[in-house]
């Protein structure tokens, strides 16, 4: 056992009521919680941390970590882990780890659940007849098609791509991937297709679901310039990060028919501006996005039992890098807890 009690620090998005955190960590750390929503906001508070554990309301960038003075591991309470500079925190021999398999299932059921709001009619159906806009008809959501034989293009086969991929298999469409990535032989595993472009992938795509990190790569994967790719009439889903989408290019390609719909889980800021060009747009009744696009609050990792995954797996972390147990999930290359 320890001799002296570690700290434990959680930045943001959690309050005071740390059960889970205690039940993990109680006999070896004091956890507490910054509730903070600016990086600014933990001067004078992590500098003694031992594990910082950190969630999607702030970023933690090399300063921050410059102040770290005994820290064993930062984890991100997550599956993106662009918010915190790990490569600057290898520079100093702090691990970095993510939570990668907490929401998997509840990811994917939102972006089929998206997937299906949009494509048969349903959010238009409600939000027409709410306003009492046009005829008590199914006519008002006029053309659908039937997802049988459509294709399902997913953007990243990562554990969540993968969960999405078959939920789609499973409703009969046609399910297509891009992800440079990924090794060969997993189209063969999961019967779908591989493809190895974009411009491939969105060619014949009907619904496009992002599921792939934020990187240098992959920002604005989706712009004015992809968009055009995409056969008229096709969906986009972002439940990845609000940067992979270019959120400019949404509204004109609502305006001309490219996009039929978009379902958008994830902004680059959040909560947003009021002059965010999409949600301006999706506030505006005059705006065909009015209808068109569903915004949800970066909530498709949440569940109940997900929420509680997610706490739990970023206790236990934090738990084995302070006794000094091999880490798991590690992202930036540092293999151990601690280095000498």
Not at 315 to 322: H, I, N, P, V, W
Request: aromatic residues 6%.
């Amino acid at each position: 056992m320890p001799t002296r009690r570690f700290q434990v620090i959680i930045t943001d998005f959690l309050d005071d009521r740390l059960t889970i955190e205690q039940e993990v960590l109680s006999d070896i750390a004091d956890v507490s919680a910054c509730q903070a929503l600016h990086e600014s906001e933990l001067v004078g508070r992590i500098e003694q941390a031992d594990a910082v554990m950190m969630y999607h309301n702030l970023s933690l960038s090399a300063t921050s970590i410059d102040r770290l003075q005994r820290c064993r591991l930062i984890v991100r309470c997550g599956v993106g882990f662009d918010n915190v500079d790990h490569q600057h925190a290898a520079t100093k021999g702090i691990p970095v780890a993510n939570v990668p398999d907490y929401g998997t299932e509840d990811v994917a059921d939102s972006a089929i659940g998206l997937t299906l709001s949009l494509v048969r009619g349903i959010h238009r159906y409600n939000h027409q007849l709410q306003a009492a806009q046009g005829a008590w008809s199914y006519t008002i959501a006029a053309p659908l098609r039937r997802l049988r034989g459509q294709v399902f293009a997913v953007v990243g086969l990562g554990r969540i791509g993968t969960a999405t991929a078959l939920r789609a298999k499973a409703l009969g469409m046609d399910v297509r991937f891009y992800d440079p990535l990924k090794p060969d032989g997993y189209d063969k595993a999961l019967g779908i297709q591989r493809v190895e472009s974009l411009r491939e992938l969105l060619r014949d795509a009907w619904v496009v679901s992002l599921h792939c990190p934020l990187t240098a790569q992959t920002r604005h994967i989706i712009n004015q310039e992809t968009l055009t790719w995409l056969s008229p009439g096709g969906y986009l889903i972002n439940t990845a990060r609000g940067d992979c989408v270019e959120l400019a290019a949404i509204p004109p390609a609502i305006s001309d028919g490219r996009l039929a719909g978009a379902g958008i889980d994830v902004l680059p800021d959040e909560p947003p501006q009021p002059d965010n060009p999409l949600v301006a747009a999706w506030r505006d009744p005059k705006h065909p996005a009015y209808q068109r696009v569903i915004i949800n609050p970066h909530a498709a990792f949440y569940s109940e039992q997900g929420l509680d995954d997610m706490r739990y797996k970023g206790s236990q972390a934090c738990r084995r890098a302070l006794l000094d147990l091999p880490l798991r999930n590690v992202i930036n290359g540092i293999p151990t807890a601690r280095l000498s």
